[in-house]
């Protein structure tokens, strides 16, 4: 357990409370540091997580009551049978109308939850969609949506270091550079100063 004088209720507070992993990286920071995280700290009221969560859980049925559901394996070879076409089909529509979400349960994730359905190399798949679309002619551009999804990660981090909220147009106007125009492997990359929300500007 970690010691500052001064902060032992905190302390002994969010390690009761099993929140230690929060103090990771406890040692590289500096007296200044330490003391404003526990002034944050201060301010979480961790039994009322708590019983927020407790209460999800109760009123959130159970995992064991639902059973893995029926799927349909992917298709051997390039011949692609009616039956996954349709199914893939009304997968397709229940998730745009809100009625359904897929995911892909990697082995160690999937026995992490408990999870005793299909298990599938997330990168394995991507590949075999991948290459089934092109083979079929059909081939998946995924470009727009990544860019899309990559801008609004960015956005993201821009309204978390300044605090702001953060317009399309102002990320895509934005004149922040976070790397030197000439890049070299001797140069020594500047380290810039840590965000703080309602000080750090908007560029």
Do not use: C
């Not at 407790?54 to 692609?80: F, H, K």
């Amino acid at each position: 357990m970690i010691t500052f004088e001064g902060y032992e209720d905190i302390i002994e507070k969010v390690y009761d409370h099993r929140q230690d992993h929060v103090l990771a990286f406890w040692e590289t920071l500096d007296d200044a540091g330490r003391r404003e995280l526990l002034d944050d700290l201060s301010e979480v009221d961790f039994g009322g997580l708590e019983a927020l969560y407790r209460q999800a859980r109760a009123e959130t049925p159970a995992a064991r009551d639902y059973a893995p559901a029926d799927y349909i394996p992917l298709p051997e070879g390039d011949a692609i049978p009616a039956v996954f076409t349709e199914a893939r089909r009304e997968g397709a529509e229940r998730i745009k109308s809100g009625k359904a979400a897929a995911f892909v349960v990697a082995g160690g994730q999937g026995t992490r939850l408990g999870y005793d359905g299909p298990k599938g190399n997330m990168f394995q798949i991507e590949h075999d969609e991948l290459f089934a679309s092109i083979r079929n002619g059909t081939p998946i551009n995924d470009g727009v949506w990544m860019a899309h999804s990559t801008l609004m990660a960015i956005m993201g981090r821009m309204a978390a270091y300044t605090g702001q909220e953060i317009t399309w147009d102002q990320a895509m106007n934005s004149q922040l550079k976070l790397v030197p125009d000439d890049l070299t492997w001797e140069m020594d990359f500047p380290i810039r100063p840590m965000a703080v929300p309602g000080q750090t500007p908007f560029v």
